[in-house]
């Protein structure tokens, strides 16, 4: 009796042992891993780009999606083979340290305001950004903030340099640092009717709107670019080169630049390639 | 709250319509979540019950030690991990950053304490009670253990199902080690998070409705296989 009591005990084991081991099996194929943003993970982007590439080329893709400061630490720390993400300066940091191989525009879009239909700071219609922050210092009005090292919150940090405001003397009251992704930012300024700085792609997947609305858009200093570069096997020497290069190639590549022109939510194109080739 | 019933609604269509993406997704959560009790049983179990029957110098240290990092906050055992297996960290060369085995390591740091410390009191109950008993019967304190473990088995499966509950409900973890990455790493609790992040809260509600569900049905599972090996064992 107790022999099979045993037995039963040890199958469960056995069970659950083989339970692990079939993910594992699942995972052993080609791949690489790109470090990448919310935003181009939330917006959708993703999902109807990757499947075109996994298909042309049999590599999955498996990304990763961090702030940008994240994604690029991420790259120093070797734990990606690619980084596509939306921080120009950055970027060109990571390059210098040796840790990128070479950087590709790959595609644009545009940061926008948003903020309450009643619009505290009187700032709607406008298209002069720096301006509307100005404004919304002066009266202050509540502000959410990523503030989470992010692509997006690296702009907003330099657009509040540009309009010669320090956004810290504003802590505490008006000016709130949710430390968190795009989406929950929204989530939070949507609930506390605040405005906040977001690209495009995000606000238009985003559902939780509330009485949000588009304040200010059209600056040309409100351009967003995405870049794209391999991971430098010379430092990591694991990073997957043929691989990676091949993505960042398709990306850049005539049928790679189509098919983000091709994304749109609803008639709105989300995403404008434009790699320089 | 308007909220609610959406969110009920889609609850229902996740059920129902039996989407394969969220297929595997429930089923990479019971994976992972599972391996880890089952592998934090392995360890703590013993290590609590050693502890319960054996006398030895920062015991009473040990055991508040370990009652204490119950309370270990998913996000740091994350982050912990996430340092040991970044490929700039020691088991870097590993290479197993973002898979299922990294979570399965991360929710199994996180749960050996809370089954280490639950069974640990359990098992020194038990042995309050029956030591004298088991030494005039002249059993070793670790043949005693074994005895006690299988005397106090039905309430050491309660505090397995505590170790699984932890682990399939926590996010912090998994998030950090596994990436959330779609199709490989992502599992109901991430995806709740995603869906938040993607302000579809309705979504995200019904996700956590099917996880709760989900959570129930083990449970019943469960208490039916103890009511059974009760009625058959005594």
């Known amino acids: ?277 | 709250m308007t909220g609610l019933g959406e969110a009920f609604g889609a609850a229902w269509v996740l059920v129902t319509g039996l989407d394969p993406g969220l297929a595997r997704i429930v089923l990479l959560s019971l994976q992972v979540s599972l391996s880890a009790a089952v592998a934090a049983t392995l360890i703590g179990l013993p290590l609590g019950a050693a502890i319960a029957v054996e006398r030895f110098p920062g015991r009473q240290l040990l055991i508040v030690l370990l009652n204490a990092l119950m309370g270990l906050p998913p996000v740091v055992v994350g982050l912990l991990i996430y340092l040991l297996l970044s490929r700039a960290g020691p088991l870097g060369s590993l290479g197993i950053l973002f898979t299922p085995e990294a979570m399965v390591i991360a929710q199994t740091v996180l749960i050996v304490p809370i089954i280490a410390a639950l069974s640990r009191q359990t098992i020194e109950d038990a042995w309050r009670e029956y030591s004298e008993q088991l030494r005039s019967l002249g059993a070793r304190r670790l043949r005693a253990a074994w005895t006690l473990i299988w005397d106090t088995r039905f309430s050491l499966l309660t505090i397995l199902l505590a170790g699984f509950g932890r682990a399939a409900a926590e996010v912090g973890a998994v998030m950090i080690v596994g990436g959330n990455i779609d199709g490989v790493t992502r599992v109901m609790t991430t995806t709740i998070a995603l869906e938040t992040s993607k302000g579809d809260l309705p979504l995200a509600l019904g996700l956590g409705i099917v996880l709760i569900m989900l959570v129930i049905v083990l449970n019943a599972l469960a208490a039916l296989i103890r009511e059974v090996a009760q009625r058959r064992y005594g």
């Open chain 1, 1 to 277: 009796m107790a022999l099979s009591r045993r037995n039963v005990i040890a199958a469960a084991i056995a069970a659950f042992a083989l339970l692990g081991l079939q993910g594992t099996a699942a995972a052993q194929k080609n791949f690489i891993t790109v470090a990448s943003t919310t935003s181009t993970e939330q917006s959708g982007l993703f999902k109807h780009l990757l499947p075109v590439f996994e298909k042309k080329t049999g590599t999955q893709v498996r990304v990763v999606a961090l702030g940008t400061g994240q994604a690029l630490d991420m790259a120093r720390r070797g734990d990606a083979d690619v980084v596509f993400v939306h921080d120009k300066p950055a970027e060109e940091k990571l390059l210098a340290e040796g840790f990128g191989v070479q950087r590709f525009d790959v595609m644009y879009n545009d940061f926008v305001l948003v903020g309450p239909k009643n619009d505290p700071a009187r700032i709607a219609g406008s298209k002069d950004i720096v301006d509307a922050y100005k404004k919304i210092a002066a009266g202050g009005a509540p502000f959410a903030s990523r503030g989470d090292r992010s692509g997006t919150h690296a702009a907003e940090l330099r657009l509040w340099k540009d309009a010669g405001i320090d956004p810290n003397t504003g802590k505490g009251s008006w000016y709130r640092e949710t430390g968190s992704g795009m989406g929950p930012t929204l989530n939070t300024a949507s609930a506390m009717n605040a405005y906040a700085f977001t690209d495009r792609g995000t606000w238009l997947s985003f559902k939780n709107r509330g009485d949000l609305v588009i304040e200010v858009e059209g600056d040309k200093k409100l351009f967003n670019q995405y870049g794209v570069m391999l991971v430098n096997p010379a430092k990591h020497p694991h990073v997957k080169k043929e691989l990676g290069q091949a993505f960042v190639d398709w990306m850049i590549s005539p049928e790679g630049q189509l098919t983000i022109a091709a994304y749109k939510i609803g008639p709105d194109q989300l995403f404008f390639p434009n790699a320089k080739r």
